[in-house]
């Protein structure tokens, strides 16, 4: 198993998805990378999270929501994410949250699972898939932006699956883990 990340407190700076260092201030450090705001706060007890899976999902912006609906059909769709430092888990929202079909399937089932991913040229695939229970709150989306609509999903790891984020030589990471 890969070391551990830091939940909670302070961590380096970290290169951001825009070729910047992450510290605060910074001029042309855009507002609306939650992401990488939220990755500044992680930390002194463990994380279920790899301190470069966390700076891997600190850099991205989008990612895939898998959830299973009632008649049992499976549902994948893009969406906003961040992770949630506080509470070691990603939180998903939207514009219209309230009304979509994943959060009708997360009330239903209980489950979901994301998945973020890039490839880097020439072509290094890199990838998390998060999988976990999930539960809809009514709070917490307009720490994605101010035109987002306050519920969101919040999902809690119980496995993680990362590809070419931790080693350069594409292997995978693997684990079941649990909440602390």
């Known amino acids: 198993m890969a070391p551990a990340g830091r939940k909670g407190g302070t961590r380096p700076a970290f290169i951001g998805p825009h070729g910047r260092m992450r510290p605060d201030g910074v001029p042309g450090w855009r507002d609306d990378d939650w992401n990488a705001d939220a990755g500044a706060a992680v930390a002194a007890t463990m994380s279920m999270f ?101 519920t969101i999903v919040r999902i809690h790891p119980t496995r993680i699956i990362a590809f070419g984020i931790d080693s350069a030589d594409l292997q995978s990471n693997a684990r079941s883990v649990s909440p602390a």
């Open 50 to 150: 790899t301190d470069k899976e966390l700076d891997y999902l600190a850099g991205q912006r989008l990612g895939r929501i898998a959830t299973v609906g009632a008649d049992g059909q499976p549902h994948v769709v893009p969406t906003s994410f961040r992770y949630n430092p506080d509470e070691d888990a990603i939180d998903v929202g939207g514009l219209r949250m309230s009304q979509t079909k994943k959060v009708r399937d997360v009330r239903h089932a209980g489950r979901a699972s994301i998945v973020v991913d890039d490839v880097l040229p020439p072509w290094q695939p890199r990838m998390i898939e998060i999988r976990g229970t999930a539960e809809v709150l009514p709070e917490g989306g307009k720490a994605f932006g101010n035109n987002f609509e306050d």
